[in-house]
């Protein structure tokens, strides 16, 4: 069984529109995060939330929001797309966001923006 | 913020030898993990080895904290081992800062 869940696998979208990704973890953890990698660059951290709470956000536009209706969602908006947003997005989670905490990340959305 | 150098960035082997990836960074790390991407993408933790060494099958993962340094053993490669290994330290409790990969290639 799927223990973190990302919709949908692949998306594709017009540039200028908007979309969500979807995440939900089943691991009861209390962190989660996003990440980006694309071909131009490595894989990047976007957000990390824990308890619901933002902790930290490296994303310098405000056109990405993550948003958290459980602790175990944290869905991310994407808004006024752009080419250079074509992805693959992960979300991952961690049991907590103290020093000992392993990482686990889910399969991935793979965007492309035309 | 922290920088990870992973060398090499590819690697190619015939099934049977072995290989050694390695990861330095720039800052200490109390978090420090490995992981492998399959050739479609999916990522798996392979180890969460902040310091010492770690054995699981094949593998061994041995991070020298006070270094700034870890290493990931593959014996006895095989072609099912095909794919990118990502070094990722980090520097807080938020956010797990990648390496560039190294891109491993088994040939039969």
């Known amino acids: 069984d799927p223990k973190i869940i990302q919709k949908p696998k692949y998306l594709v979208a017009v540039t200028g529109s908007e979309k969500i990704l979807i995440c939900e973890q089943y691991?009861?953890?209390?962190?989660m995060y996003w990440y980006r990698q694309s071909a131009k660059k490595p894989l990047e951290f976007m957000f990390s939330?824990?308890?619901?709470?933002?902790?930290d956000n490296q994303t310098a536009s405000s056109r990405f929001q993550p948003q958290s209706s459980k602790k175990n969602h944290l869905d991310l908006q994407i808004t006024a797309l752009k080419p250079d947003d074509s992805a693959t997005y992960f979300c991952?989670?961690?049991?907590?966001?103290?020093?000992?905490?392993?990482?686990?990340f889910g399969p991935g959305t793979r965007l492309t923006v035309l | 913020g922290q920088q990870v150098q992973q060398s090499p960035a590819s690697l190619v082997l015939q099934e049977g030898e072995n290989a050694e990836l390695q990861c330095n960074f720039s800052?200490?790390?109390?978090?420090l993990q490995w992981f492998y991407q399959h050739p479609g993408g999916r990522l798996v933790s392979l180890f969460y080895?902040?310091?010492g060494t770690k054995h699981t099958g094949r593998l061994t993962s041995t991070t020298v904290t006070n270094e700034r340094r870890s290493s990931l053993h593959i014996s006895s490669s095989q072609t099912t081992d095909s794919g990118t290994y990502f070094c990722?330290?980090?520097?807080?409790?938020?956010?797990?800062?990648f390496g560039k990969g190294t891109h491993l290639h088994v040939l039969p």
């Open positions: 991952a989670s961690s049991q907590d966001l103290g020093n000992y905490a392993e990482q686990f």
């Open positions: 691991l009861g953890h209390n962190a």
């Open positions: 939330y824990s308890y619901q709470k933002l902790m």
């Open positions: 800052s200490t790390a109390t978090r």
């Open positions: 080895n902040p310091s």
């Open positions: 990722a330290p980090d520097t807080n409790a938020y956010k797990v800062i």
